[in-house]
């Protein structure tokens, strides 16, 4: 079965640059979902797109945004990138009316 | 979305069961119990959801008391593979635009030993 796909897997940037993290969701699933996991901490919820509109926000430091386009696929643009910045970026999708997100495998980010 | 307290660590032999307890003592009625497990470093993995009745598929069991504050998951037969932090999460159903975010809190890092 199709998974949630996330590109790219690895990403090393210095401090102060820019990153672009993808997410493109499970088939016919229409919100997507951006978690952030920074070493030793639980995931914590960013932001969430339903049907390509900002849903639900979270702690998502300003110099973060995202998008979720007609394709459906997801985008995280993150600005003046920080130490702390490194971490995990999981993407998750979701069919409206069902249970459950599936997650990607992944971004590991690394600001050097 | 309610708070839900997990012990830290459990440890289980493989082909025994593993029961993991969650308490949530504040849950509202209009709230879900569910389950996700985070298997080193990947993306984490739905397991089960209830609301009172205890539900099984082929994952795992879920007990939910009568008065709803607490609950167990239970993995029939553990495998090293079932090795993971496994997390209780309490929310409204995902009915609506705004409900679907999951709030991960700590969770209980679950050892499978030979």
């Known amino acids: 079965a199709a998974g949630v796909i996330q590109s790219p897997r690895h990403l090393i940037k210095e401090k102060r640059e820019t990153a672009t993290l993808k997410c493109y969701p499970i088939p016919r699933h229409d919100t997507v979902y951006w978690y952030q996991q920074g070493p030793g901490q639980d995931p914590q919820f960013l932001i969430s797109f339903y049907e390509k509109m900002q849903s639900d926000k979270g702690s998502i430091p300003d110099r973060f945004s995202a998008q979720q386009f007609s394709d459906y696929h997801s985008e995280l643009n993150m600005s003046s990138l920080e130490l702390g910045d490194s971490a995990l970026y999981f993407c998750?999708?979701?069919?409206?009316?069902?249970?459950?997100?599936?997650f990607g495998p992944g971004t590991r980010l690394t600001v050097t | 979305d309610a708070k839900t307290t997990q012990p830290t660590s459990m440890d289980c032999a493989e082909g025994r069961a593993a029961n993991l307890p969650c308490n949530h003592s504040?849950?509202?009625?209009?709230?879900?119990v569910y389950w996700y497990r985070q298997i080193h470093s990947q993306g984490p993995q739905y397991i089960i959801h209830?609301?009172?009745n205890n539900e099984t598929n082929e994952m795992a069991s879920l007990i939910i008391t009568e008065d709803r504050k607490s609950s167990t998951l239970i993995l029939p037969h553990a495998t090293l593979r079932d090795t993971a932090v496994y997390y209780c999460i309490v929310r409204p159903f995902a009915g609506g635009t705004s409900y679907g975010k999951l709030t991960f809190g700590q969770g209980t890092i679950l050892t499978v030993h030979p």
């Open positions: 504040t849950i509202s009625g209009n709230e879900y």
């Open positions: 998750a999708s979701r069919r409206q009316g069902s249970y459950e997100q599936y």
């Open positions: 209830g609301l009172k």
